[in-house]
């Protein structure tokens, strides 16, 4: 419960807003998403509230989902708890996008594929998973000169601690392996001035 209370002050910071712009971005207004490792809500929140989308959100700590509920209050989103490595429990082509924030950089490759593989079942045909995460690029020095650390702790917590990861995940590519196995639409683009990257698969 300690982490999942950091974790959502984290996500009130503006720069966690600024982070998740891109994804916001990449979503209609109206549309159905599935957030896979929703958090404590962020996302759903900003979807709901500024696009209206309607919006579900899946993680699986249960802390987490609790943190997410009370910072949802009233906004109509639906918050489902799920296992490590299982099926996600819906339809095939049930939402038209799948958001995945932040989590597939830090799982082993099997775990990406899992979650690639449920992902690409549950968005409808003509959809697309957007998947955000650090782009481990950069200097401490820009970041700092952006989000003074001073200022903004854990902005700095953020970039020391996501960076090795999110090099390596950079440099394997392994979101352009999965497209051209199963033949489908890949893009890229570094966003959050250089710090994070953006990739769609449609």
């Known amino acids: 419960m300690i982490f999942s209370d950091f974790f959502s002050y984290v996500q009130e910071t503006r720069w966690y807003r600024e982070f998740l712009n891109p994804v916001v971005d990449e979503i209609p207004a109206h549309s159905s998403v599935l957030d896979i490792g ?26 987490m989902l609790q943190r997410a509920r009370r910072k949802l209050g009233q906004v109509p989103a639906q918050l489902i708890p799920t296992e490590a490595g299982g099926a996600l429990p819906f339809e095939d082509g049930r939402f038209d996008v799948v ?86 639409k890949y893009g890229r683009n570094t966003v959050f001035e250089g710090y994070a990257l953006l990739e769609v698969i449609q």
């Not at 929703?38 to 802390?63: F, H, N």
Request: hydrophobic share 40%; net charge positive; proline share 6%.
């Open 99 to 184: 958001s995945i924030c932040n989590v597939l950089f830090l799982l082993p490759e099997n775990g990406v594929l899992q979650i690639l593989s449920e992902a690409r079942r549950v968005v409808r045909n003509g959809g697309k998973i957007v998947i955000l995460h650090p782009s481990g690029r950069t200097t401490p020095r820009d970041l700092n000169r952006k989000f003074p650390f001073l200022l903004n702790p854990t902005a700095a917590m953020w970039y020391f601690a996501t960076r090795n990861q999110a090099r390596f995940w950079c440099r394997d590519n392994p979101l352009a392996r999965f497209c051209s196995e199963h033949q489908l």
């Open 38 to 63: 929703a958090g404590t809500g962020k996302l759903l929140q900003i979807l709901s509230l500024e696009k209206e989308v309607q919006c579900t959100g899946t993680d699986t700590d249960p802390g």
